[in-house]
C-alpha cells in the first residue's frame, strides 16, 4: 500500500490502518480496547505508530508488537518507505521534521499546538509535543561557530560563545509556562471575525528550562546600572530568524524584569533536561516566566541594553490589546501598551466538546496558569443539565472531579480560575473581544 491509501482509514467507518516500519496494519477491531482509551490510538490513525510509540516507553515491551502484529494487513510500498526529497527553492525546506500529533494552524511559517487530551497528560509537556510558533522559517545554526553578541549604552560589547555561555555563567533552571497571546483566539472569531491563526486551547505549554541567568550576563557586561535613571530601559532581542529581506525577529522586555533575580529571565540553551530543539530556539532562547511567549525570542542572536522599546514590527505593531469598539479603520499600535505580563488563565482538557460520555462517574481534565508568577489560588468546576445543577470548588489544578449525570442528559461543563492578585477570568468573550484575538481567557 501507499501511504496515501492508508492515510485515507483515519476511522472506524473507514477502517483504522497505522503503519510500523515498512509494515501495514488495520488496528480498527483494537480501538476499543486500547488500554490508553481510543482517542489516544486515534492519534495515530492513517500514519506512523513510531512518533507515538516513543512518547510512551510501555510500547517498546515485546508483547505488544507481538499483540500488533495479529492486525498485520500489508506492506508499504517500496518508495513509500524512503524519505521525500526536499525543496531547495523553499525557504522553509531546511525546517525540522514535527511529531504528527500536533494539530497545525498554518504549515509555513509552522504552528501548531497538542491535541488537549495530551496536553494534561503529563505536568511538563514533552518536547516533540510543545506548542510552536513560529514567525519565520526556523535557522539552522551551526554550535561551533554561534555566537551571542550582548550591546549597552557607551558602546560596550560582550561577545559570547556557546561554550563560553555555558562555561562562564553559572546554570540555573526554572520550571516555566509559555503561552501564545493568541491562545484560545478561535473562541473570539466565533463573536467576530479576528485576524490571526485559529488556536485552540493548546497554545501553552510547560516545559523545565535550563541556562544562565540573564542577569548574570547583563551584571558581567556592566549592564546593570540603568534601572533608575531617564525613565524605564529594555533589553531588546533580536534572533537569527530572518523574513525575505533579511529582517530579523525581535522583541524587549523591561531591564527591571531582566535584572530580577525573582523574574528567572534565562538565556536558556535546555528543555526538559535536553539541548534546545530546533523548533523552540537551538541554540539559546530566551526564556521570560510569565511573559507573553511573543517576548521569548529564539534562535538568540543579540541583547541590547536600550532607552527604547524595540522597534520591531513584533513590539510595536502586534501582540497589544484593544477594546472591542476598536477596528482596522481606527487602530492605533502606538497607543496600546505591548503585552507582557498575561492575565488568568484555565480551560477544560478533556472531554472536549460535543464528545459522547460514558454513564456513571465521569472524570474531567484540565489546566490554570496566571502571568507574571502569580498563583492560581482557586479554580472551579460548574456542571449542570436537565434536572439538576451543581458546582465544586477546587484548591488547583490539575484538576479533576467526578460528576454523575443522569444517562442520555447534555452535560455542559464551565471553568474559571482566580490567581493570588484576586484576578478572574470574564464569564464570556464579546466584552474583551478585539480585532487580533488575543488575551483570549474567558471561561471555558
Not at 78 to 106: I, K, M, Q, Y
Not at 222 to 245: P, Q
Request: hydrophobic share 40%; net charge negative.
Amino acid at each position: 500500500y501507499t501511504r496515501a491509501e492508508v492515510a485515507r482509514h483515519r476511522t472506524p467507518s473507514d477502517r483504522v490502518w497505522v503503519t510500523y516500519g515498512a509494515e501495514v496494519f488495520d488496528v480498527t477491531d483494537f480501538v476499543e480496547l486500547h488500554p490508553g482509551g481510543p482517542d489516544k490510538i486515534l492519534l495515530a490513525a492513517g500514519g506512523a505508530l513510531e512518533p507515538f510509540w516513543a512518547l510512551y516507553a510501555v510500547h517498546s515491551q515485546p508483547h505488544v508488537l507481538e499483540l500488533l502484529r495479529d492486525y498485520k494487513v500489508g506492506e508499504l510500498s517500496p518508495e513509500d518507505t524512503a524519505p521525500p526529497a526536499g525543496d531547495t527553492e523553499d525557504p522553509f525546506a531546511g525546517d525540522p521534521p514535527r511529531h504528527p500529533a500536533l494539530r497545525v494552524n498554518s504549515l509555513k511559517p509552522f504552528n501548531a499546538e497538542p491535541p488537549p487530551e495530551l496536553l494534561t497528560q503529563s505536568f511538563l509537556t514533552p518536547n516533540e509535543l510543545f506548542f510552536t510558533r513560529n514567525h519565520l522559517p526556523v535557522p539552522a545554526v551551526e554550535p561551533g561557530s554561534y555566537r551571542l553578541r550582548v550591546e549597552g549604552p557607551g558602546g560596550r560589547v560582550l561577545s559570547l560563545s556557546l561554550a563560553e555561555l555555558r562555561r562562564r555563567f553559572p546554570k540555573h533552571e526554572v520550571t516555566a509556562t509559555l503561552q501564545c497571546a493568541g491562545n484560545r483566539r478561535s473562541e473570539m472569531s466565533r463573536v467576530r471575525p479576528v485576524k490571526g491563526l485559529a488556536w485552540d486551547i493548546g497554545a501553552i505549554s510547560t516545559a523545565r528550562w535550563g541556562g544562565a541567568r540573564l542577569r548574570d550576563v547583563l551584571l558581567a557586561a556592566g549592564f546593570g546600572d540603568k534601572t533608575g535613571e531617564d525613565g524605564e530601559w529594555h533589553v531588546c532581542f533580536e534572533g537569527l530568524d530572518v523574513d525575505a529581506s533579511g529582517t530579523p525577529y525581535g522583541a524587549s522586555i523591561p531591564l527591571k524584569r531582566a535584572l530580577s533575580a525573582e523574574a528567572e529571565v534565562l538565556l536558556a540553551y535546555e528543555m526538559n533536561g535536553q539541548e534546545l530543539p530546533r523548533d523552540h530556539g537551538f541554540p539559546v532562547r530566551v526564556l521570560v516566566p510569565g511573559v507573553v511567549g511573543a517576548r521569548s525570542v529564539k534562535w538568540l542572536r543579540s541583547v541590547v541594553v536600550s532607552p527604547s522599546e524595540s522597534p520591531s514590527h513584533w513590539q510595536q505593531n502586534d501582540y497589544k490589546g484593544f477594546c472591542p469598539s476598536v477596528d482596522w479603520d481606527s487602530v492605533d499600535f502606538r497607543a496600546a501598551p505591548a503585552i507582557q505580563e498575561l492575565p488568568v488563565q484555565s480551560a477544560i482538557t478533556e472531554p472536549r466538546p460535543g464528545a459522547a460520555v460514558p454513564a456513571g462517574e465521569l472524570t474531567v481534565k484540565g489546566y490554570a496558569w496566571s502571568g507574571g508568577g502569580r498563583e492560581v489560588v482557586r479554580g472551579s468546576w460548574a456542571r449542570g443539565w436537565a434536572g439538576g445543577k451543581g458546582e465544586a470548588i477546587i484548591p488547583s489544578f490539575l484538576l479533576l472531579f467526578a460528576a454523575s449525570p443522569p444517562p442520555g442528559a447534555r452535560l455542559d461543563i464551565v471553568c474559571k480560575a482566580v490567581d493570588s492578585s484576586y484576578n478572574v477570568q470574564p464569564d464570556s468573550v464579546a466584552p474583551i473581544w478585539n480585532l487580533r484575538g488575543v488575551l483570549s481567557n474567558a471561561w471555558h
